[in-house]
């Protein structure tokens, strides 16, 4: 059996407790053998965890993940402008190879900062898929549609991609990869196409995702015009169901909140583009007793403007406090289990927590540092201290992705000046 032993560590378990423990992964399946201190199998490879905290993998549940090329390119606006005059202009001039490098840059900063899984919404999503399977990383990966602004035929036809792109892809890279169908939101695209699109995921089993709830300007002209909230809108169109998950849900009243609960829908909170964008705040609490499944995403690179899970669990506890007025609200526990489990639990994909049997996805974080020292409590330490360039090694499906700081997936350096390359021609395009 191909094995590899990750030891000499600390082990954080599902119920968020840490004990000395090695884990044992078989790199044939992809499966946590064992974890524990008597290990004896000989390890085909190992890797030290000395001084080091064994933590799954974080998962990133909404991203866009080719936007790192647009970091920077336009910030301080409100969404609908920052939209409308930067983004989609910019998005429009993207070739398919700046969407492959674009991801590959991304791929690169996850790896570095212990995210083996994420779900992605974007266009030319055959590149992302191609890079994702290169890169070794577990997703969930769907075409966003966007029907306001087209003729009936082009609407059709964006909203035909979204669905024939998730059907040709789910289960590629030998299951890494699962898909959604993944109308951008429920104001971009109109009712019909919504119906539709909801109904055909839906007959093959596959989720849909979708932006909802974001800004006041978005849930207001739903109300003003349907007058119901977009969430009981979504419901009726067949979009609140236990296999489908929204992106923000910031602004959701008590009833909506109970409708999330009820459906089993999952809520991707995205603090850091919530304030930048200032979206408003997501009463993350309140979800959270009710019983909804919350996961944490980053969104794209343009309105964070980085991937670091790490940076998006401490902006969660923090915003999550403030909007509860309460500074036992979104404590650490629940920031570190949204950011790995929930997040894999709301995206419907495996991982998020190192039990055996369960997936090696595993983030291996080097506490030794100063803004780690004292270890008063590690949990504590992933929640509000700890950064993703601590993590030293990286792992997704059992095979090594980061090795003491080097991806061995990708050129780094080589992807970097194709970035850079990428985004120099853009600049003369647009
Ligand atoms: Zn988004």
């Known amino acids: 059996m191909d094995t590899l032993r990750i030891e000499g560590g600390q082990v954080l378990r599902p119920d968020m407790t840490v004990e000395r423990a090695d884990v044992l992964v078989d790199r044939d399946d992809g499966t ?17 965890a000395d001084g080091c905290l064994v933590m799954p993998g974080l998962v990133n549940a909404h991203c866009h993940v080719s936007m790192t090329l647009l970091r920077g390119y336009a910030d301080d ?62 997703a969930r990966l ?29 289960g590629a890279a030998d299951g890494r990869i699962r898909t959604a169908v993944m109308p951008h939101s429920l104001t971009t695209v109109g009712e019909e196409y919504l119906r539709e699109a909801a109904a055909e995921a839906h007959e093959d089993d596959i989720p849909v995702h979708y932006h909802a709830n974001e800004t006041t300007d978005e849930v207001d002209p739903i109300v003003e015009e349907r007058d119901e909230r977009p969430l009981s ?4 169109l067949g979009m609140l169901t236990e296999r489908d ?7 959701v009243d008590d009833e909506e909140i109970a409708l999330l609960a009820e459906t089993g829908t999952g809520v991707v909170h995205c603090p850091a583009s919530n304030m930048k964008l200032a979206s408003g705040m997501a009463p993350v609490q309140d979800m959270l007793d009710a019983g909804v499944t919350v996961g944490i995403g980053t969104d794209g690179a343009a309105s964070n ?22 500074a036992s609200a979104v404590a650490a526990e629940d920031v570190v289990r949204m950011g790995t489990a929930g997040s894999a639990e709301a995206i419907g994909l495996p991982g998020g927590a190192l039990e ?3 997936v090696a996805d595993i983030a291996v974080v080097d506490l030794d540092a100063p803004h780690l ?3 008063n409590d590690l949990v504590s330490h992933l929640a509000y201290a700890a950064r993703g360039s601590d993590v030293r090694h990286t792992v997704c499906d059992g095979q090594v992705l980061m090795r003491d700081r080097e991806v061995l997936t990708l050129d780094q350096a080589a992807v970097m000046q194709r970035a850079r390359d990428a985004v120099a021609a853009l600049r003369d395009r647009i």
């Open 305 to 326: 403007n980085d991937l670091d899970m790490f940076d998006e669990m401490r902006d969660a506890a923090m915003i999550g406090k403030l909007a509860a007025d309460d």
């Open 233 to 236: 809108y979504a419901k009726d």
């Open 245 to 251: 998950f929204i992106a923000h849900g910031v602004h």
């Open 356 to 358: 055996v049997g369960g």
């Open 142 to 170: 769907g075409h966003g549609s966007v029907t306001i602004g087209k003729d009936n035929d082009d609407a059709w036809d964006d909203i035909e991609e979204s669905i024939e792109i998730a059907r040709e892809f789910d």
């Open 373 to 375: 020292t004292p270890a």
């Open 77 to 138: 606006k409100e969404l609908d402008a920052w939209l409308r005059e930067d983004i989609w202009p910019a998005e429009a001039a993207l070739t398919a190879d700046d969407i492959r490098v674009g991801a590959e840059l991304g791929l690169v900063e996850m790896i570095r900062s212990g995210t083996t899984t994420f779900a992605d919404m974007y266009f030319d999503v055959p590149e992302i898929v191609d890079a994702v399977e290169n890169a070794g990383l577990r």
């Open 32 to 48: 946590i053998l064992d974890i524990g201190t008597d290990l004896d199998a000989d390890a085909s490879e190992t890797l030290d």
